[in-house]
């Protein structure tokens, strides 16, 4: 069908993007995304796992890709004038979300290890959008899968997530655990995992002296607010970093204080600050070893106005705009 030209021009090409004031000179992310069927390389590929059956505590965060992307991502700029980062030029692209079985943790954690290592063998770094803390564990195989060494992690989370199990069974408390206790090759090394901005009484002994005991930095809350983050991520840069392939960062937005993360699981006061946060992923996301991050918890039913999902937007942004300066320079 055809419509007359002034029709046309007040029609949006929306793309999701939904009701905006127009500037021609702003461009949205949505507009520079293509389909990646159509693409001979995409550097960075967005990715959901809509998935919370295994979270400890209050579900909600596999509502967390669609509320990130529509209360972030799709409708950001692709300036950011106090980086002075343009990501025009850079290939990028939405592969969806992965078809979850929300009654089979195993099965789930399966297909997200299949299709994530796929992504990340044709040279995608990959953007993960949570979901509960336990997919870490596939994300970080699937890139182990396309590695001959090791693998560092840098997480960042209020709590320690290296639980045992939960009445026998696998949660989002215990993908630190798993990985490090990988049956198969290339276990992470405790001494390349790094743990930023844990913090609140919901932890225990026991995980604190294990972390300890196995060699795993843990930097709380209260002590990357009493030192700089700058100082605080070239420590963790260099731990994740030595003799390791990849750095791989998982996200879980509960390691931010609550004012600006409230919609998540286990919402956390004395927190890391949005600034932090921004900085930190900033500088590890152009680390010439970073190869991808996942964002998990957040919880769109226990959210405020949306704010937890614009900040995981801005986070998510802040990411996809350090890798284009990873690769382009
Ligand atoms: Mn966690």
């Known amino acids: 069908m055809k419509l007359s030209l002034d029709a046309q021009k007040y029609l949006f090409d ?16 949505a507009e520079i995304m293509k389909d990646w069927r159509t693409m001979d390389k995409v550097d960075v590929g967005i990715i959901g796992t809509p998935f919370d059956t295994s979270v400890m505590y209050r579900p909600g965060c596999r509502f967390g890709p669609e509320s990130i992307r ?5 409708f950001s700029n692709i300036y950011e004038p106090g980086l002075d980062c343009d990501l025009n030029g850079l290939q990028i692209a939405d592969f969806g979300n992965i ?9 789930t954690h399966r297909r997200v290890e299949l299709v994530l290592s796929e992504i ?35 997480m960042f989370d209020g709590h320690l997530d290296v639980r045992t199990d939960h009445h026998g069974m696998i949660s989002s ?3 630190f655990r798993r990985l490090m206790e990988e049956p198969e090759r290339n276990p992470l090394n405790p001494k390349n995992l790094v743990e930023i901005g844990i913090n609140g009484w919901l932890a225990s ?36 970093g030595d003799g390791t392939e990849a750095i791989w960062i998982s996200f879980d937005i509960d390691g931010l204080d609550l004012a600006y993360a409230p919609g998540t699981c286990a919402p956390n006061p004395g927190g890391l600050t949005a600034y932090q946060a921004l900085e930190a992923i900033w500088m590890i996301g152009q680390h ?18 949306n704010l937890t999902s614009i900040t995981a937007g ?16």
């Open 14 to 29: 929306a793309k999701g993007i939904g009701t905006l004031c127009p500037d021609d000179a702003d461009i949205k992310l």
């Open 70 to 74: 529509s209360n972030g991502l799709i």
């Open 99 to 107: 078809d979850v079985v929300y009654t089979d943790v195993l099965e």
């Open 120 to 154: 990340i063998k044709a040279g995608v770094t990959p953007l993960v959008l949570g979901g509960d803390h336990g997919t870490t564990y596939p994300h970080v195989k699937s890139l182990l899968n396309n590695l001959e060494g090791n693998v560092g992690v840098i």
């Open 173 to 175: 408390g215990t993908p």
């Open 205 to 240: 002994k026991k995980y604190g002296d294990f972390c300890k005991e196995q060699g795993i930095t843990v930097i709380p809350a209260r002590e990357v607010h009493k030192r700089s983050i700058e100082d605080v991520v070239k420590q963790a840069l260099e731990i994740a």
């Open 288 to 305: 010439p070893l970073c190869r991808g991050m996942d964002l998990l918890e957040v919880s769109p039913p226990w959210d405020i106005q």
């Open 314 to 329: 801005a986070l998510a942004m802040q990411f996809i705009g350090a890798t284009k300066k990873r690769i382009y320079g």
